[in-house]
């Protein structure tokens, strides 16, 4: 069983940063390969940001479109850790976000990191809301 946490949301303004924070646990693993997504209201469920270590030691990110140049994901010095600097927030980016952990790492072998299914561990989300 591996046990997903995040923390971090809030109320900002239009303009405002905000810095999630998660961390996965459980069973006998160390590594994983992680991600935020979010829902909106009547939206469905779509992948912000995504990183993992490789091989190398080398981190991987991905970002979708609408939030590249404003969001930052970063690895804590525990590879089971996940952050998401939001800068320049906007009220689209209000939204349920979520923080996704995978052990094995579907998203490296051909996987889509944005796939909601390519993540079998969730936690139970934290509001973000963007409004003047």
């Known amino acids: 069983q591996v046990h997903v946490v995040e923390s971090g949301g809030g109320s900002v303004q239009p303009g405002g940063s905000l810095r999630l924070s998660c961390a996965a646990s459980?069973?006998?693993?160390?590594?994983?390969?992680m991600g935020w997504f979010r829902q909106g209201p009547g939206k469905e469920r779509e992948g912000v940001a995504a990183?993992?270590?490789?091989?190398?030691?080398?981190?991987?990110?991905y970002y979708a479109d609408s939030v590249k140049g404003r969001f930052t994901v970063s690895q804590g010095s525990a590879k089971n850790t996940l952050y998401l600097q939001m800068n320049n927030l906007k009220p689209e980016d209000t939204a349920m976000y979520y923080c996704a952990a995978d052990p094995v790492c579907v998203m490296t072998y051909g996987g889509r990191w944005y796939d909601p299914s390519s993540f079998p561990y969730w936690g139970q989300g934290t509001q973000v809301t963007v409004s003047s």
């Open positions: 459980g069973d006998s693993y160390t590594h994983f390969c």
């Open positions: 990183g993992y270590t490789g091989d190398s030691s080398e981190y991987y990110t």
